[in-house]
């Protein structure tokens, strides 16, 4: 099954998917949006989120465990929402995450950063701003 996402206005999308060579129009809600992103968050928030590798996630669902792959710009979940919808709370939960992370290594990076070049102003006996 494949989906492709078609934008109609804000507050609804729909999506196509082709199961079985049959398309099948859907829609998306903003309601129904927000509920996946609030059950992706409880999913972190719980700790039900386990990263196996840099690509690769273990989640405990609600109706069961699945594995989310994270590959370049594709990411894909074992569980049937994801393969009717083409996303998910668990997939959600772990873009989420893997963004997250990232946010917080540039942070730190750019902390290290600011650190070093106050060290280096007061080694030069300036005051740092």
């Known amino acids: 099954m494949r989906s492709i996402g ?24 903003r309601d129904y949006s927000e509920k996946i992103l609030k059950k992706a968050e409880l999913l972190i928030k719980e700790g039900r989120v ?3 590798n840099q690509n690769f996630f273990y989640i405990i669902g609600d ?9 370049e710009a594709n990411i894909r979940c074992t569980c049937p929402g994801f393969r009717n919808r083409g996303f998910c709370s668990h997939s959600i939960a772990v873009l989420l ?12 990076e ?5 650190l070093q070049r106050n060290l280096e102003m007061i080694k030069r006996g300036e005051i740092p701003r």
């Open 6 to 29: 078609v934008s109609l206005n804000p507050t609804e999308a729909t999506y196509i998917s082709f199961h079985g060579g049959i398309a099948l129009k859907k829609r998306v809600t």
């Open 50 to 52: 386990i990263r196996i």
């Open 63 to 71: 109706h069961g465990k699945y594995f989310v792959e994270v590959r």
């Open 97 to 108: 995450t893997v963004l997250r992370e990232d946010y917080a290594k540039t942070l730190d």
């Open 110 to 114: 750019a902390m290290k950063k600011r």
